[in-house]
């Protein structure tokens, strides 16, 4: 019997346990891989026996990995990604003309999308890919080559360059802000607030905002959604007040179709970064569009210094 000569589960194995892990769950791995929940399982627990540690720890709603899975996912994640991107470069015959970026819903919609029109008309040769998501564990896909993020800029395995940061303040309709022209910032706990439930921890809503503000508040009144152009909407049917952010919602404002409300205003904790992975060389695709956003980045932070400074 001949040996494996990299002394590694098999192939199939280490798939089905590097889609579990990005997606944090057996179920949709099976679905993704057409096999059954239980294939999935037995090939996780086999890899497990081989290396003699838990790769996952089970709980009630799904999965998380544990210390040693976290590193064996780093490791395949990275190289199935560079194999996919072989792969498709053999395939297609020129990796130069195609490249996908990923980035939040609202990112998407209120900013890149807006601007990426003057992209294909100075590169027309060049396919722009969009993955618009808000779970950030859709950006480790391996057709993925770079990234929009909003946070602090440390993520695993990335590296990450600020393109701008941010400022927040409440926004609302016109009506609703006739409505309520005597509010101050201390009364906003008094009002309908919109509320965007958030998976990144770096993103302030309005509980972050009062505490950051010092204004008391007890559990938060208003209305929930889970996407922040949807919350946006409802501001702009006079529904209540959102947390606004400059770079998102300037358009809104100049349009006169959000107004902001009260003179609340402080930075954001975090910032808008443009990441690629560390491990992975980019494409000339990709290069051409960090360069350009690089740019855009560029003049829209050179626009806001000469605002403020009138």
Known sequence: MVRRYYDLPSLTALAIFE????????KLAAAELNVTPGAVSKQIKAIEDELGV???VRLSAGVSLTNAGEDLY?????????AAEVVRTIKRGDRTKNVTIACTDAFAAMWLIPRIADFWERFPEVTVDHLISDNPRDYRRVEVELRVRYGLGAWPDETAELLF???????????????????TAETLPDLSLL????????WADWDEVLRRAKIP???NKGRRFSKFSVALQAAQADQGVAVGRQRLVRHLLRDGRL????????????????????KRLLSPAAE????????VAEQERQTFESASNF
């Open 19 to 26: 889609a579990s892990a990005r997606h944090l769950s057996f």
């Open 54 to 56: 838990p790769l996952f």
């Open 74 to 82: 780093g490791v395949l994640s990275n190289s199935f990604s560079r």
């Open 165 to 183: 940061d941010e400022t927040i303040y409440p926004v609302c309709g016109p009506g609703f802000a006739s409505k309520h022209r005597d509010a």
């Open 195 to 202: 509320h965007v439930d958030w998976a990144d921890p770096d």
């Open 217 to 219: 508040h007890g559990p």
């Open 259 to 278: 107004v902001r409300l009260t003179d609340l205003e402080m930075p954001a904790p975090g910032g808008y970064y443009l990441t690629w992975n560390d």
């Open 288 to 295: 051409t569009l960090r360069a350009w956003l690089r740019k």
